[in-house]
């Protein structure tokens, strides 16, 4: 090798390193905060307990730990983590997809609709004083009824730009499903019904279960498939349309499965969670920073930093005195760290 070779391979080699960094970082950082959400709470429980318990609940035999230990671990911290990791990872997964399809670093889960409509749902369930269950189908149904309301908009106005009228589609509808919330809102029963609404739409996991990590996970699957069968595709799709189609893609089938399996995995962490945003704006560009923008690498950065985020805002959450609102502590993070992001990668781009 020759010294200009040598010379080459140095950056090359540095940007390597880093993205091992990188990737080591997301998994130290998954195991603590999975660990730290199971110990953390206001009914103190040592890591020995936790294990126990979960170990005696996959193997069918006893604990030996006291009963009330045993309920709170299974019952309801266990529940509350793994919704948390899987609807986290489900909102920053589709941000990246998002952020992609439509070659814009600000966009988000929300932006074709998906969350104006399942929060319409949740809310028309609470004002018909449904069961929990009927809300979550409900919120679920009301995110993809959106979202396909929004696509065949945008297939009817046959615009130059899809992208573009796609987005603005979704903005309209968007507004228009905000409009029928406020509508419920005033007509909701004020001592009863109205509080309900309001802590729905801040988002929460304070009343998860087993069978909603259950209920949801199916979903969380179906939509992360073709994520990943067509990861090489998401990279061009990143393109022109004109670029990636002649490169061999098919823009129009790729961007409705794509858009089909983000809307399916945000509907289903929406019905479980309520609205909680920053996390499919935010997460996107810190997995970009680590692991680079290949959406190979993207994508499980994406969906493990996503869960982590979520994981540890509730463990906040339900540690302080009165529990506070997911919705409300993720923007309060978010937001700001969202704005440093932008002043130190203004200059370099996004990418």
Known sequence: MNENQAAGAGPADATQGRRWVGWVA????????????LVTGKYAISPQDIARVILARLTGTASGVPATVETVVWNVRLPRVLCGLVAGAALSAAGAVYQGLFRNPLVSPDILGVSAGASLGAVLGIFLSLPVIAIQGLSFAGGLAAVALVYAIGALARGRDPTLVLV??????????????SLLKVLADPYNQLPA?????????????????????????????????????MNLMTLEDEEARALGVETARTRLVLIAASTLMTSAAVSISGIIGWIGLLIPHIARALVGPDFSKLLPASLILGGCYLTLMDTLARSASVEIPLGILTAAVGAPFFLWLLLMRSRRGWN
């Open 197 to 233: 609404i309001t802590f729905w739409l801040l988002g929460s996991l304070a009343s998860v279960s087993r069978g909603d990590f259950l209920s949801v996970l199916p979903a969380m699957v179906l939509g992360l498939v073709p994520m990943v069968l067509l990861r090489w595709r």
């Open 168 to 181: 603005l589609a979704g903005i309209a509808v968007g507004a228009l499903l905000g409009s029928c919330i």
């Open 26 to 37: 997301v998994w130290i950082l998954f195991a603590a905060v999975a660990a730290i959400a």
